[in-house]
């Protein structure tokens, strides 16, 4: 019946879900990235009893039919079946936002993306399947937390990228490219670590693009926001003006 057939889920859900938030940095959400594992019969029986659920109860109670998807999405998770899992929290995110575990399933892809180097894929995620909804990334400071990260990476990454083709082209205009990529990286989080050698990079791709106003206001940059705080890089940048 109906009735029992939701009780196994829930003894399922409350003894094998976990909470995803608290992770905030790389490789530390217990999360298998990179490996797939095979289920055990424990957890593949949590799979089967959501498998029947959805294909037998016709009229879930509110609620029950979210709760049955976060657990098929958790469970391949932890194990790594992430070709799975991520639809899962795709629907989950869509299909059942105002759920509370709507939060979780897209805290999990989140961690996905990120650990994986999935980063194009997971700055998508946000801005598309997340960012028309205001609110819900300002429901829960870890989905906020973890976009804003990864958008920063997803510029690190292409301005990484920018500089080594910049550097086999010897195109003018491409270093000048990746100058503004660092600039955006920059006043993304001005206060990030390194956020001085970001802006120092910046100002040497500039220069080496030949675009010498963008090189010295780079640099001037550099000094002011960074003076009294014994930045290597700003005093570079002082010696790089005096030259």
Not at 150 to 175: P, T, W
């Amino acid at each position: 019946c109906e009735d029992a057939a939701w009780a196994q889920i829930e003894g399922y859900s409350n003894s094998k879900t976990s909470d995803p938030r608290g992770t905030t940095t790389r490789g530390d959400s217990g999360f298998k990235i990179g490996k797939v594992e095979a289920i055990p019969a424990a957890d593949q029986k949590i799979l089967d009893a959501a498998e029947r659920y959805t294909k037998f109860v016709k009229k879930p109670k509110p609620g029950q039919k979210a709760k049955t998807a976060f657990l098929q999405l958790e469970t391949y998770a932890r194990f790594g079946h992430w070709d799975k899992a991520v639809p899962l929290c795709k629907s989950m995110v869509t299909e059942h936002r105002s759920h509370e575990t709507s939060v979780f399933a897209a805290n999990i892809c989140l961690v996905y993306y990120e650990d994986a180097d999935e980063l194009e894929d997971g700055h998508a995620f946000c801005k598309d399947d997340l960012g028309k909804d205001k609110e819900f990334l300002e429901r829960d400071e870890y989905v906020k937390r973890r976009c804003d990260r990864i958008a920063i990476l997803v510029v690190e990454k292409r301005a990484k990228k920018c500089v080594a083709d910049a550097e086999k082209s010897g195109n003018f205009d491409q270093h000048v490219e990746c100058g503004a990529l660092y600039t955006d990286l920059y006043d993304s989080n001005p206060d990030a670590d390194a956020a001085d050698l970001v802006l120092w990079n910046a100002g040497i791709q500039y220069e080496k693009g030949k675009a010498i106003g963008l090189a010295i206001a780079s640099f001037s940059r550099l000094h002011k926001d960074f003076l009294g705080k014994k930045s290597e890089w700003a005093q570079k940048a002082i010696r790089k003006m005096g030259e």
